[in-house]
């Protein structure tokens, strides 16, 4: 018999503190394409916010904890292409003049993937049966789709979800807006990407807005809100699991 | 021009504001260059292969630039021009004035040269007496209009065409005032008749150069309206005004550039005038001027040689990083504060007036990356601008709440048991008062992000309280 793929989960801050279910969904689907799941314990932030405000040290710190962190896998996978690109380009870029590091940072890099990129360059995953009736848009978001080039993997799995229909956006790789800590240092400029942005997303008339990044998808959602849209937003993954019991990101539970 | 880069903010805020701009800056974006670039660039199987060699030609030159400048000056006086070197902006502003008085100028002449506007040369001339007329259509309207250009390529396109009919009621009195100018062709004809005149009457000319060409001792200029043309052959001087980082070895190479340059800048296969000026007149030609003098202005540039923006001199000044920017997009480039905006200006303009004075130019990105992938000669623009962010955290430029606060976080994210703890709680907290409305409107310490949208409710627990929970 196969031995078991053995995967940690880089969980990634947002998902902890806002939407636990996407990290349930991600294990669902690795544990559906054969995969053993742990989560390493000493896990908090791939360190993004002090590397993009220019804060090298404490980024240095904190990828140094994330690469002891998850030594020892077969394979690291995120549920963001941002947090995955940052260990998968960004670290070894951190790295470049401490040789020793190095090396390490090129292995974890190596074997790190954003989660559906994942399923379905690297295990081949054909779905997990999910069925989810609705018309869903994707939103490419920025560093999975130009770090990582994730565009076509998305899509192919979600063809295979039942009863979901892509309709996309006219301009689905165009920036949302959020860049991290940019949204909030220049809100009005970030006010008009996203603007822009929801209307694309109202345009299709799709009931549902699927990206494969939490800060992109918060950012999106609170947007197409405060203008008092009915466009429901999700994580990709959460559709891929067929995992809907959860409201969609921003709306209430039902009491 | 006096910069205004450090109140960007203050800027963004004026031009999201402005109706008209907005209106342009759709059009531009959404119809524009973006747009025809995409479709010429499909038409062009070999086009991504022409990146990475126009990348590794302009890396080449960059590492054995003291020779190829050492070899197109030699070439340049070769055919009776002459070379001068420049170490700053005023040397070179000292230079051109210094070649125009010697010609008795009182008009020059002027293509569209983005050096120009760096030195601010035409201040110069007209604080000296000599009157420059801008020959570009575009360069011309903002001339008139005491305006800075706002892209690199298409100066004028922050301006609806009222505007300009307004500008040039304005400006050409001697005209009938009752003529009509609803349509851009009668602007064009207008300027057209004026300019005409201007290029007869200068006794000097002067041009950027797109490239220059080491192996001939060229300099190469792309228009669209021929102006640059008419520029560097009708006066008795011809000043063609370059950075030291245009140079190409041959004129193979060059070709290169050009196969990329008006695809990559306004979606033409080729720009509608491309233009190799070699030397002054010779016996027997028909026109060409008598002097042609290369003013080469370094202004900072081999500062940046072996540091980590050396990769920024590959540029070769197409905008297609302004055209493709979602940032440029929503504020146009009057609020970068300086004469380089977009992506590109908010690499260069901290080399040339300092970070402290640009700062916020690399901050204002969301490191989107789209820059980078349609840049020609493959800059890492994103990095770049990372690189300038971390600049200006060493020189503590960056504001102290910023600072303070990523401090805050970072003690937490370096300190597990206790994030997991925090974040257990804020997920806890946040989402028993979300709990309701599942979002928030308005959140303390949140305003740069609730001003413009509602905060989505954390869910209530966090994933790790979870997971230790339910592991089995």
């Known amino acids: ?255 | 021009m006096h910069p205004t880069s450090r109140a960007f903010p203050e800027n963004a805020h004026r031009a999201l504001g402005d109706a008209i701009l907005q209106q342009s800056l759709g059009i531009m974006m959404r119809q524009g260059f973006a747009v025809r670039r995409a479709k010429v660039v499909a038409r062009l199987p070999e086009f991504e292969a022409l990146r990475e060699e126009a990348r590794a030609l302009k890396d080449h030159v960059l590492e054995h630039l003291d020779f190829y400048l050492e070899t197109f000056e030699r070439n340049v006086k070769a055919r009776g021009g002459l070379v001068h070197w420049c170490r700053t902006a005023e040397e070179a502003r000292a230079t051109v004035l210094e070649i125009c008085r010697a010609a008795g100028a009182r008009t020059v002449t002027k293509g569209k040269t983005m050096i120009g506007e760096e030195i601010a040369i035409n201040d110069h001339l007209e604080a000296n007496g000599i009157k420059p007329v801008e020959t570009d259509l575009g360069e011309y309207i903002i001339q008139i209009r005491r305006e800075p250009p706002s892209h690199i390529v298409a100066p004028a396109v922050h301006l609806a065409k009222e505007q300009v009919a307004e500008s040039f009621r304005r400006t050409h009195r001697h005209l009938d005032p009752a003529r009509p100018l609803d349509e851009p062709r009668q602007m064009l004809d207008e300027a057209r008749a004026i300019l005409r005149q201007k290029f007869l009457a200068a006794e000097v000319g002067i041009t950027g150069a797109n490239i220059l060409v080491a192996e001939t001792g060229s300099s190469i200029i792309v228009t669209n309206e021929g102006n640059g043309d008419l520029t560097q052959t009708l006066p008795k001087v011809h000043i063609v005004l370059a950075s030291i980082e245009k140079v190409v070895p041959t004129l193979e190479d060059a070709t290169l550039l050009l196969r990329l340059l008006a695809r990559s800048a306004t979606g033409q296969e080729f720009s509608t005038y491309t233009t190799v000026s070699t030397g002054p007149r010779r016996p027997g030609d028909p026109d060409g001027p008598n002097d042609y003098h290369v003013v080469l202005v370094d202004n900072g540039r081999s500062a940046l040689m072996g540091s980590e923006m050396q990769d920024m001199l590959r540029c070769i000044r197409c905008a297609a990083c302004l055209n493709h920017c979602p940032v440029y997009g929503a504020v146009g480039g009057h609020a970068y504060g300086w004469v380089y905006p977009g992506p590109m200006g908010a690499v260069l303009t901290p080399t040339l007036l300092g970070i402290g004075e640009a700062a916020h130019l690399p901050n204002a990105s969301t490191l989107c990356g789209k820059c980078e992938s349609v840049c020609p000669v493959k800059i890492p623009l994103p990095r770049l601008m990372r690189h300038w962010r971390e600049r200006a955290f060493e020189q503590d430029i960056t504001p102290r709440a910023t600072r303070w606060g990523l401090s805050a976080w970072a003690y937490l994210a370096e300190r597990p048991p206790l994030y997991r703890l925090v974040s257990a709680t804020a997920a806890r907290v946040l989402g028993w008062l979300g709990r309701g409305h599942g979002r928030f409107r308005t959140l303390p310490l949140a305003g740069g992000w609730t001003s413009v949208r509602d905060m989505p409710a954390p869910e209530g627990r966090s994933f790790m309280s979870l997971w230790t929970e339910r592991r089995r």
């Open chain 1, 1 to 255: 018999m196969k031995e078991p793929v053995r995967v940690a989960l880089f969980v990634t801050c947002l998902v902890d503190l806002f939407r636990p279910s996407v990290a349930f969904a991600a294990v669902k689907l690795l544990e559906a394409a054969g995969c053993t799941v742990a989560v390493p314990r000493s896990q908090t932030c791939c360190g993004q916010p002090a590397y993009n405000s220019g804060d090298r040290a404490h980024a240095k710190a904190i990828a140094r904890q994330v690469i002891a962190a998850f030594a020892g896998f077969d394979y690291v996978v995120a549920p963001s292409g941002s947090c995955a690109g940052m260990i998968k380009v960004h670290y070894p870029a951190l790295f470049a003049d401490e040789p020793a590091m190095l090396a390490d940072a090129k292995l974890l890099a190596g074997k790190t993937h954003e989660l559906v990129a994942f399923l379905a360059d690297v295990i081949g995953f054909e779905g997990a049966g999910a069925r989810v009736p609705c018309v869903a848009t994707y939103h490419d978001a920025c560093s999975g789709l130009r770090e990582l080039g994730v565009k076509e993997q998305p899509r192919a799995l979600l063809r295979r979800v039942q009863g979901l229909a892509l309709k996309e956006m006219a301009t689905p790789e165009v920036c949302c807006g959020f860049g991290g800590t940019f949204c909030v240092k220049y809100p009005e400029i970030s006010d008009r990407m996203v603007s822009d942005k929801a209307a694309d997303i109202e345009a299709t008339g799709a009931d549902l807005l699927l990206a494969g990044d939490l800060g992109c998808l918060l950012n999106m959602a609170g947007k197409l809100q405060r203008r008092g849209s009915a466009v429901g937003v999700r994580h990709v993954a959460e559709i891929l699991a067929g995992m809907t019991d959860e409201p969609a990101i921003g709306h209430p539970k039902a009491r």
